[in-house]
Nanobody, 125 residues
Framework: QVQLVESGGGLVQAGGSRRLSCAAS????????MGWFRQDPGKEREFVAH????????DYADSVKGRFTISGDNAKNTVYLQMNSLKPEDTAVYYC??????????????????WGQGTQVTVSS
């Protein structure tokens, strides 16, 4: 059974930092694309970042570019999202996801097969 487990969420002040982790188990994810999304209640799930584990390429939403960094540790089957200079508008439930490596657009949630349960990040002003 495939599992993605996020951790690292919590309450942080505006301007602060937080690192989210996503631990994958159940299969080898070295050929998958790993993504981070976020969602506010009543809103659609929003792309944040993704990383192609096999090639290391990354992509970021404009709203987080320059502030967030996605990285992966193959040995630990874990993906990280380092979030710096956090803003109140970054408040959301953050989800990690895994998808097969043959799509051209990984900003859409529909290409991902596996999802974690989410972790809440709240940024206070």
């Amino acid at each position: 059974q495939v599992q993605l487990v996020e951790s690292g969420g919590g309450l942080v002040q505006a301007g602060g930092s937080r690192r989210l982790s996503c631990a994958a188990s159940g299969r080898t994810f070295s050929r998958y694309v790993m993504g981070w999304f976020r969602q506010d209640p009543g809103k659609e799930r929003e792309f944040v970042a993704h990383i192609n584990w096999s090639g290391g390429s990354t992509d970021y939403a404009d709203s987080v570019k320059g502030r967030f960094t996605i990285s992966g540790d193959n040995a630990k089957n874990t993906v990280y999202l380092q979030m710096n200079s956090l803003k109140p508008e970054d408040t959301a439930v953050y989800y990690c996801a895994a998808g097969p490596p043959y799509y051209s657009d990984y900003r859409s949630p529909i290409v991902y097969d596996y999802w974690g349960q989410g972790t809440q990040v709240t940024v206070s002003s």
